[in-house]
């Protein structure tokens, strides 16, 4: 029996702050909260069962409460500018005074929906193959992070900032009671990389969205001598693009075809965005959405294709 699997990287602000000018991209991280309620109410009418790998800070009630749980030691990167610990003071003192930096009343929502899981996406968002970090500097950060979890019963899930899967750090997944994570796959396109990836990949990866020159991207999911279960991604969902939007059916059509074979493979297609992808033309992102989901009820009656969440594979 194949699996339909739905990851969304929930970030907010900690996740652009080091990419994007928050002046271009506000509009985003706001309607990125409008967008949380409508997955959240399209999951939970259409019986979808997503992992939302959501960054620990955005549990975070206040700037003060922040600031009291923040590990003890952070990464040291060489490029200082992937520290938000830099950007601490840009920081409001509460959710309502600062919507793109606290959250908590979108984490209860996300943990209290039926079928969702919580899971996440480290404490502070943090890289794990730059220069200058070290495999204690996650174990703190995940500690955080399953502290602040606690009062949701944990969590046991994880999504890799940036896509960013170290090896070497497997031993501090399970330390912190992690069983589940996202890998990248096997095509080249798709490997781990920094945090300015290559040019050529990103091409290859916006063609692939159209065209399939990586194959079916169909994923085999992999359970270690160690207990974690690698759950590889399969397609990112492309946010729409008024400029590209006469390409949308051609965009469709190749994550169907991709479903439709892991469904008649017996195989996982794990599909993932962040939610801030959605924070614009909603509408057209949720119609995109629809028709996959449409696709998958068919698949669900043809081939017995199920929708699992990454901690019901790690089950």
């Known amino acids: 029996m194949g699996s339909f699997v739905v990851s969304l990287d929930f970030e907010l602000w900690w996740g652009i702050r080091d990419a994007i000018p928050l002046s271009e991209y506000r509009e985003n991280l706001l309607g990125e909260r409008v967008a949380v309620e409508a997955l959240l109410a399209c999951f939970t009418q259409r ?26 030691r952070t990464p040291r990167y060489a490029d200082p500018r992937l520290s938000p610990y830099e950007a601490l003071g840009e920081i409001g003192d509460d959710e309502a005074s600062d919507p793109i930096r606290f959250a908590p009343s979108l984490v209860r929502k996300i943990a209290a929906a039926s079928g969702q899981e919580l899971a996440t996406h480290t404490f502070s968002h943090f890289y794990c193959d730059e220069p200058g970090q070290t495999a204690d500097d996650f174990d703190a ?22 896509n960013q899967y170290n090896d070497a750090y497997r031993s501090v997944m399970t330390h912190r009671g992690i069983r589940a994570f996202r890998s990248n796959g096997q095509h080249w396109a798709y490997a781990a990389g920094r945090s300015r990836d290559p ?36 397609a990112f969902l492309r946010p729409y693009s008024p400029k590209l939007r006469h390409l949308d059916r051609i965009r469709i059509a190749r994550l169907r075809r991709a479903m439709t074979h892991a469904a008649r493979t017996d195989q996982c297609f794990h ?45």
Request: with cysteine; hydrophobic share 45%; glycine share 8%.
């Open 141 to 162: 950060d995940l500690e955080v992070a399953q502290r602040l979890a606690e009062p949701f019963g944990g969590v046991r899930s994880l999504v890799f900032p940036r």
């Open 47 to 72: 019986g979808i069962r997503a992992t939302w790998a959501t960054v620990g800070a955005l549990f975070c009630a206040s700037r003060n409460e922040l600031l009291d749980v923040m590990p003890k």
């Open 271 to 315: 599909l993932w965005w962040h939610p801030h992808n959605f924070g614009v033309h909603l509408r057209e992102n949720m119609a995109v959405l629809e028709a996959l989901l449409d696709e998958f009820d068919s698949l669900r009656r043809r081939h017995r294709f199920e929708s699992t969440s990454m901690g019901d594979l790690a089950a």
């Open 199 to 234: 040019l050529g990949r990103r091409i290859v990866r916006v063609i692939d969205a159209y065209l399939p020159v990586t194959g079916s991207r169909s994923a085999t999911v992999y359970l270690g001598s160690d207990g974690l279960t690698d759950i590889p991604a399969s």
